[in-house]
């Protein structure tokens, strides 16, 4: 079983500027804990709806709330935690073995994810049932 701890809070350097606005950056190696390999992020997200609803075998993720906010049920098959993420300076890291789902996205937030990996549908896990046979134990 994956420890939920293992995914965690990482808060990113914010430049402020009163006059100008923030900038914040994310670096390979300093702030991310894994070689970026892929960028996507996720949009125009309809009220009530859900992402996600997924666990990987290996990839680790960074997700950022580079505008609004959103909520993580974070899930290792036999526990669960929420986490919500409203600060576009804090990025979630989500390690492999987790079933996650993102809800409760604001109007106009987009939720960015940096990743370990290119896409590869075969190291997904779709199936909840499934995921509970490898990993709630
Ligand atoms: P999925 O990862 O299931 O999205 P979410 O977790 O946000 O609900 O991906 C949705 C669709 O997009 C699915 O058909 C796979 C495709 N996709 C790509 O082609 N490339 C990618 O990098 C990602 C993340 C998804």
């Known amino acids: 079983m994956t420890n939920l ?5 990482i808060t990113l350097k914010k430049i402020a500027d009163k006059t100008r606005g923030n900038l914040t950056v994310a ?3 300093i702030d991310v804990p894994f070689e970026i390999k892929r960028a996507y992020w996720i949009y ?3 009220g009530g709806e859900s992402r996600g609803g997924h666990a990987h075998k290996s ?3 960074l997700l950022i ?3 609004g906010s959103f909520k993580v049920v974070l899930d290792n098959g036999a526990e669960k935690k929420e986490v919500l993420l409203n600060h576009p300076w804090e990025g979630l890291l989500i390690v492999p073995g987790i079933w996650r789902t993102l809800e409760d996205f604001s109007s106009g937030s987009v939720c960015m994810c940096l990743a370990s990996d290119h896409y ?3 190291e997904y896990i779709r199936d909840y049932g499934e ?3 490898i990993y709630g134990k």
């Open 27 to 29: 670096e390979q190696a």
């Open 59 to 61: 990839l680790r993720q």
């Open 5 to 9: 701890n293992d995914c965690k809070i």
């Open 44 to 46: 125009d997200v309809p």
């Open 120 to 122: 590869d549908e075969s």
């Open 65 to 67: 709330p580079v505008s």
């Open 131 to 133: 995921f509970k046979a």
